[in-house]
């Protein structure tokens, strides 16, 4: 079944080889070509050998290629940072890359009761779920093969390492090798964007390794901002930060009228049906800050926003603090389950009984990898 594609999201289209692909990112249509080539040269799809080819994409991107009517394949990068779904419809598979317009296309609109309850306590769905039955989305790093009217779903990256091993090396080594390596990042960033480089900027750790970086790499395009009340106290540090190292700083006000007020507004109506995945609620946080910085035009489509967020998975700010080892596995797996309900599954903490809680649980469980019960 041909794919639904959006408009407007970014997404390119080429035919080779007389297959149909589309795809967003910045990817060089000589690799599309090849891969084509590869598809089309057997009448016996090889997965394995699919997989192979995929692995060798790097940074963000997604693709669902139309071999012929009854065969379509989708994968997504390693961060899923571009999503795809699938949904069913009169009783084909049909993908495309946006929830809503498929939804819209489904006959039976049946809600997934454990998904909304995954949603009121965490804001997003877990897995491959979203808030409808028939309409699922890939994981990361993932890719999906329709044939025939059916569908197979295969990891061809993982960030679990089944083969761990004990490190023979010590923790100034280890904080060598990750500083090298996080610069190298920064470092592939640069190279390919001499646009104007955004960081907001806050008074935590993960924005100031972001522009200590930058200013260690000897970036001078570059520009901070920070928002909020007025004189709040990261505004404060941020400035501090950004004056020492002699880059540009704005503060964009945000007091309660004035946010009472975006909230209302057509711009945000708009911004949250264009981002609405049916699996997760939009990201808000930067979004009225950034909004006034281009009607300034402080900065432009142009420009690259480097954010923070993530700092505190890569630093291991979400494990929990185990002080007590535990003697059986049932009690382990007990406390990993509580800890994450109390981390992602809190955002109202004290509203939902121990039945839900218990409904939560068995949905993680459901959505383990298989890998991990070789660890």
Not at 2 to 27: A, E, F, H, M
Not at 32 to 40: P, S, T, V
Not at 84 to 110: P, Q, T
Not at 143 to 159: G, H, P
Request: hydrophobic share 35%; with cysteine; glycine share 4%.
């Amino acid at each position: 079944m041909l794919p639904i594609i959006s408009k407007n999201r970014g997404w390119k289209g080429i035919i080779c080889q007389n297959i149909k692909v589309w795809y967003y990112g910045d990817i060089d249509d000589l690799i599309i070509k090849k891969l084509c080539k590869k598809i089309g040269k057997s009448n016996n799809f090889n997965l394995n050998l699919f997989k192979k080819e995929v692995i060798k994409f790097k940074g963000k991107f997604a693709f669902i290629i139309q071999k012929s009517k009854n065969f379509n394949i989708a994968f997504v990068d390693r961060i899923k940072s571009v999503p795809i779904f699938v949904a069913k419809i009169s009783k084909n598979y049909r993908l495309g890359n946006s929830a809503s317009h498929l939804k819209d296309k489904m006959e039976a609109n049946e809600k997934c009761e454990k998904s909304l309850l995954s949603v009121r306590m965490a804001g997003y769905c877990v897995g491959r779920n979203t808030l409808y039955k028939n309409l699922l989305q890939l994981l990361p790093g993932e890719l999906c093969v329709i044939q025939n009217k059916k569908i197979k779903f295969s990891n061809y990256y993982s960030f679990i390492n089944t083969k761990r091993k004990n490190f023979q090396t010590s923790k100034s080594s280890l904080s060598k090798k990750f500083s090298d390596l996080t610069l190298s990042i920064f470092q592939e960033i640069l190279r390919k964007h001499s646009e104007k480089i955004v960081v907001p900027l806050s008074a935590g750790y993960d924005s100031r390794l972001i522009i200590s970086a930058l200013h260690h790499l000897k970036a001078k395009n570059v520009i901070c901002f920070s928002y909020g009340r007025k004189n709040n106290f990261e505004s404060k540090i941020a400035k501090h930060i950004a004056n020492k190292l002699n880059y540009k700083w704005h503060f964009i006000e945000l007091s309660n009228k004035k946010q009472r007020k975006n909230f209302r507004s057509n711009f945000y109506k708009e911004y949250t049906k264009f981002s609405d995945t049916l699996c997760s609620w939009s990201y808000v946080q930067d979004l009225f800050a950034v909004k006034e910085l281009v009607d300034s035009k402080i900065i432009n489509s142009e420009c690259i926003i480097l954010n923070g967020n993530t700092g505190d998975f890569i630093s291991g700010g979400h494990l929990p603090s185990l002080n007590n080892k535990l003697n059986s596995k049932k009690d382990r797996l007990n406390d990993i389950l509580n800890y994450i309900l109390k981390k992602h599954f809190s955002l109202w903490e004290n509203y939902f009984d121990n039945k839900q809680k218990i409904t939560i649980k068995k949905i993680i469980l459901e959505n383990l990898p298989k890998s991990l019960n070789k660890l």
